[in-house]
Nanobody
Framework: QVQLVESGGGLVQAGGSLRLSCVAS???????????MGWYRQAPGKQRELVAA???????NYAESVKGRFTMSRDNAKNTIYLQMNSLKPEDTAVYYC??????????WGQGTMVTVSS
């Protein structure tokens, strides 16, 4: 399997910005077998929801609630994806999880990083 390690969460005031990072590690075979990567989030008492995801080399899909504010990017040389979050709102408060879909192996998840947006 692949190991996913997130970083960059924290406390920010409404209107502020944060950038999350997720580093994927594992065998070269596993890394090259990743079909999709992205970000999910789970707010207290709510279901986990997709924030942004893309297929390797494909376009990114964003949740309607974050379009225009969040941008996902990749650095393939570093096996890293990023989530730049601007104009943060209190409703963006959640644990953010890095996700990867690996060919024939299924989904892998990071441990999550907490983002808290104060009003």
């Amino acid at each position: 399997q692949v190991q996913l390690v997130e970083s960059g969460g924290g406390l920010v005031q409404a209107g502020g910005s944060l950038r999350l990072s997720c580093v994927a590690s594992g065998s070269i075979f596993i890394i090259n077998s990743i079909n999709y990567m992205g970000w999910y989030r789970q707010a207290p008492g709510k279901q986990r929801e997709l924030v942004a995801a893309d297929a390797t080399g494909g376009s990114t899909n964003y949740a309607e609630s974050v379009k225009g504010r969040f941008t996902m990017s990749r650095d393939n040389a570093k096996n890293t994806i990023y989530l730049q979050m601007n104009s943060l709102k209190p409703e963006d408060t959640a644990v953010y999880y890095c996700w990867a879909l690996i060919n024939t192996l299924g989904s892998s998840w990071g441990q999550g990083t907490m983002v808290t947006v104060s009003s």
